[in-house]
């Protein structure tokens, strides 16, 4: 019919959105949280990912594929052609139950260029990958552990100093195996 159902909150700038595939849930991500919301009641289960330092903005956040947990990407934007500071940098894995924080990835070797920290997940669960920029490889963890298991090297294909605010994403492939980056 066309006609508006329902809001999940308001005010703030939406950097991603996502329904959950086990679950009526739906994830929507601001610069400085990621709420969880019931689609069916409208109302408001958790608040995940608080962003203590005002200068770090969530920039993309994903459900598992069991829908219990969220994985954040966050970032901190910096003048153009200047690197942003790994370390300011996180991907973070939260559990929806009881909101807590079960993984901090390392994002060290996160080559930034933008402080747009995009992220996936697999279908099976078992891999977690980030890039940070248009010309940033891709970092690819073992969900379960955390252990780094592949860093894929990307072609640089813009100029920061004239594109600052590149779009992008990564996405694997449905049966896990590959992973595309646009």
């Given at each position: 019919s066309g006609e508006l159902v329902r809001t999940f909150g308001q005010g703030k700038p939406v950097n991603a959105l996502a329904i959950a595939t086990k679950s009526s849930l739906l994830l929507k991500a601001t610069d400085e949280d990621v709420q969880i919301w019931d689609v069916v009641s409208g109302s408001l289960i958790r608040s995940l990912a608080k962003r203590q330092n005002s200068e770090e903005h969530i920039r993309d956040a994903k459900f598992s594929p069991d829908s219990k947990m969220v994985l954040v990407g966050a970032g901190t934007l910096e003048e153009p052609g200047k690197?942003?500071?790994?370390?300011?940098?996180?991907?973070?894995?939260?559990?929806?139950?009881?909101?807590?924080?079960?993984?901090?990835?390392?994002?060290?070797?996160?080559?930034?260029?933008?402080?747009y920290v995009k992220i996936a997940v697999s279908p099976d669960g078992n891999?977690?990958?980030?890039?940070?920029?248009?010309?940033?490889?891709?970092?690819?963890w073992n969900a379960n552990d955390g252990r780094p298991i592949n860093r894929l090297k990307t072609t640089s294909i813009v100029d920061p100093a004239k594109f600052r605010d590149c779009k992008y994403g990564i996405v694997f492939s449905i049966d896990s195996s590959k992973l595309l980056m646009n």
């Open positions: 690197n942003t500071p790994a370390e300011n940098d996180v991907v973070e894995l939260w559990t929806i139950a009881d909101g807590s924080l079960v993984r901090r990835f390392n994002t060290e070797s996160l080559d930034t260029l933008s402080g891999a977690i990958a980030a890039a940070s920029g248009c010309n940033s490889d891709i970092h690819i």
